[in-house]
């Protein structure tokens, strides 16, 4: 494999690896605070993503559509805390997951039933369209590098408010003993709808800045979720930091291990049967590594809670 | 003796369906009962074990893939194939086990999750036995070569047995000194250790013997549908089996059983009705979660109760 | 050789020395109490003694055995007991169910996946055994949840004992308990001494001085003494962490 190539899908495991951060975080922050294990995460994603095309169709500006589709995004997350979420805070989890379940039903077939079962697509914006020469012979998509550029961003954005704002503090102190800020006099039911809709919109802007890239389609949150929970194990949950770092590593492993494996299989196997094996075995790597990670650290890599 | 009424009315209900007209139910009655015996072994390590497992339709379809792999390589006796299944999704879930069990709560739930994508994503990159569109068995399985469930009422019967010996199995084994330590180990693990019970262990076993009886399921059916698809490993799918354990009172073994014909008739009547059936099959599962927890028959008895005051 | 020897054991959470170069030792029979003042580090210590906790350095030996990165179950079966603060019985299950399972560990075969466990004879008759042992015959057929917390705790003790333990961790077995059982459960303890070593943490002075061999005080992750029930009473080391508490 040369040199370009294997730059090429380093970038795009980089691209992968941020796009997963943004929807990690805000899972594992509503873990981390409510003790929330919210599935239909997903289904946030994918909203976004639809909201985008459906504003895109009315305005034909894609700043705007990404607009629209933020604030509807927030607000269909909290429509969502007001309406289900907020009764489930102290439930067991196996009641959370249930209801979330049944959200995600819900959210993907009204998704099939509104915009059909066919993908749809978004087209990139003008400016940030086409491709850039990184080194010779490599022209990366300008809005590839746009995604690499947001995800930063947020992760960025995201540490600087845990850290150094009010709410973060309120965040940090929440995800230790909710309770307590309670009884201090911090709105609690305040910060969880904050929590909530925050992790809403990062998803939801994941799904619009993924959608000009991949396809547009109802069970485009599934797969999605899946690798944000590995990514949550494999961090820690309830810690941004570890999801920033296992975000890149799933994405790195996963991209780089999808093009090298049957490469490396046809070392060992015939090319028919390294055909069939290396993609086989590239689906599995992530959670081959989410395993490995388990049993050295059954808490993570990074775990934010004791216990 | 309630069983026994049951297995009974099950065991009747071909001829009386036949008799009304409805012979076609059977075939639900039969995908209901094959359901049932996944949801029951499910029963045995979520609602006794209180371990949320939400990969168990791996299960079922390594068993349903390992009657198709062994059918296209010519293999179709049931006496080798119902075996395979088993011991290949007991297997599977022994070894993901090791590295599940280690976890507790919102972990074990996200890595069982995750490991059943794994057994999907795995299953759909196998081009060789359809991948993604899955593979069409053109018989079913033979006993010494005799088409021993070819036919609506012998496959109904054979699912039956299966279900049957399943649940006076599962009985059992709640009631012997391995279903206390499972028990024990649901409400109090760090105390069961400090007795000098090696919990992970009990634990690893229970859900081992769940795996295998979920590969039961699938061989029963890849025998059914007479088709075998990655579908069958779908998150979907281990969602809608907790669902069926839930409904039915997850502290319930019958329970489960129950859950599984309430969930399979539904679906099969609302897909009647409409083309987007799953926004109602949502619609009652939220509801199940927020309002019916303790399963149907609790909510009607509290109901009841509440009505009586 | 000592039941239970525990040598330099250290653990810190971040900068808290919770565990500061800890020692101490149960000769076979002794009851060994360990008092100290809130914060001292108890629980942590016994945590680590029951293999709920891995200490950051130090080693712990039952019997000679290093058991020091052993799990619970492991402990459980080299002879260590233990009550926990909290009771920790099963509350759903009959005082009877409860005994027979801490019973059914020390079977010879703990996992038997035949025969119908309510009416397992042997295990029926251990747990009666048991309880009568602490004083709750009769009491058998009560949900555990429907017990007075004293009988609880007895029947935490009952169970602990079931697998006919060398060393017994009994960690605030008075705690909440009222004076008429606190009495019932000193004088149970009394009918064990000689049979059964006992590592008994307990704030109840009455309980410690009645039962103990030998005290050690801890106090900030530290033993500050160790001696006669007497000494340590008269030990002006003792009487400053304890009264200097109190101002």
Known sequence: MSLTLLAVQALNGLQLGLLLFLIAAGLTLVF?????INLAHGAQYMTGA???VFFYGHTGHFGAALALALLAALALGLVLEALVWRRLYDRPHLDQVLATFGVI??????????????????????????????????????????????????????????ARTRLGMQVRAGADDAAMIGALGVDVARLFRAVFGLGAMLAGFAGVMAAPVLAVEPDMGDGVLILAFVVIVIGGVGSIRGAFIA??????VDTLGRSLSTDVARLFLSPAAANDAGPAVASMLVYVLMAAVLFARPQGLFPARAG | MRAAAVLLALAAAPPVLEGLDAGFWVVTLSRALIFAIAAMALQFVLGRGGLVCFGFAAFMGIGAYAVGVAYANGVEDALVAFPLAMLAAGGFAALTGLAALRTRGVHFIMITLAFGQMAYFAVTALSAYGGDDGMTLWTRSTLGGFGWIEGRWPLYYACLGAAAATWALLRALGASRFGRVIDGARQNPGRMAALGFDVRRAQLAAYALSGALGGLAGALLANHAEY??????????????IVMVVLGGAASLGGAGFGALVVVALEEVLAGWTQHWRIAMGLIVLAVALFARDGLAGTLTGALARLRR | MSVLAVEGLRKRFGALAATDGVSLTVAPGEVHALIGPNGAGKTTLIAQIAGALTPDAGAIRLMGRDVTRAPAH?????????????????????????????????ARRPLNPFGAVARDRALNAAAEAALAQVGLAGRGDMRARALSHGERRALELAMALAGRPRLLLLDEPMAGVGRSETHRLTETLQALRGTVAMLLVEHDMGAVFALADRVSVLVAGRVIATGAPEAIRADPAVRAAYLGEDG
């Open chain 1, 50 to 52: 639809y909201l985008a």
């Open chain 3, 74 to 106: 492991a402990r459980a079966r080299a002879g260590l007991a233990r009550t926990f603060q909290i009771s920790a019985t099963f509350l759903d299950m009959t005082a009877r169910e409860n005994a027979a399972l801490a019973a059914q560990a020390f």
């Open chain 1, 105 to 162: 039903l819900i959210l993907t077939e009204g998704a099939r039933a509104l915009f059909g079962p066919s993908p749809l697509s978004l087209p990139r914006p003008e400016i940030l369209s086409g491709a850039v020469p990184l080194m010779a012979g490599l022209n990366y998509p300008v809005w590839r590098l746009a995604i690499i550029a947001a995800g930063l961003a947020a992760a960025l954005g995201l540490w600087l408010m845990v």
């Open chain 1, 247 to 252: 975000a890149l590593m799933v994405g790195l």
């Open chain 2, 228 to 241: 075998v698809s990655p579908a069958y490993m779908s998150w979907h799918r281990s969602g809608e089996l």
């Open chain 1, 32 to 36: 981390g605070v409510m003790d929330f």
